[in-house]
């Protein structure tokens, strides 16, 4: 919480987005590689814990604080429910594909990933709006447009 507090929730996003799409990248390319040396393996398995560190510092925890902050109060229960049926249900098929994936298109999968990365930075970029900081009245507002 205290990063989310002191950084904000879209910086957050968006700099977890770009590490992610490049720890993705960094998997990726290490294991191309790994037949040159085990130096290759051991920074593909660096890449992955950086992506898990990116991952649980950013779009961990920050999805959670920010679905509760952005939904007005008389549709806040609902979204956030929406929210949390998406997020099982999206690492449910993750769960299922990500196997799938690896078998026919082998290290190349991380670049898929990757390249969901890119699309959660655009998203982050261009369209979260920052609550730090606002009251419910500010943020319904600035939701509205109206801010």
């Given at each position: 919480m205290w990063g989310i507090e002191k950084l904000g929730r879209k910086t957050l996003l968006v700099v977890?987005?770009?590490?992610?799409?490049?720890?993705?990248?960094s998997t990726w390319a290490c294991s191309t590689q790994t037949h040159?040396?085990?130096?290759?393996?051991?920074?593909?398995?660096?890449s992955v814990f950086l992506f898990v560190f990116s991952f649980a510092w950013t779009w961990g925890p920050v999805p959670w604080v920010y679905q509760a902050e952005?939904?007005?109060l008389r549709v806040r229960v609902k979204g956030?429910?929406?929210?949390?049926?998406s997020n099982f249900l999206n690492n449910w098929i993750i769960a299922f594909v990500g196997p799938a994936l690896m078998k026919a298109w082998s290290t190349k999968t991380f670049l898929l990933f990757a390249a969901a990365c890119l699309l959660a930075w655009i998203y982050s970029q261009f369209y979260v709006i920052e609550c730090k900081g606002l009251s419910i009245d500010e943020m319904d507002a600035k939701m509205a447009g109206k801010a």
């Open positions: 977890g987005a770009l590490m992610m799409m490049v720890f993705h990248i040159n040396g085990k130096m290759w393996q051991y920074l593909a398995v660096a952005v939904f007005p956030s429910a929406v929210g949390t049926v």
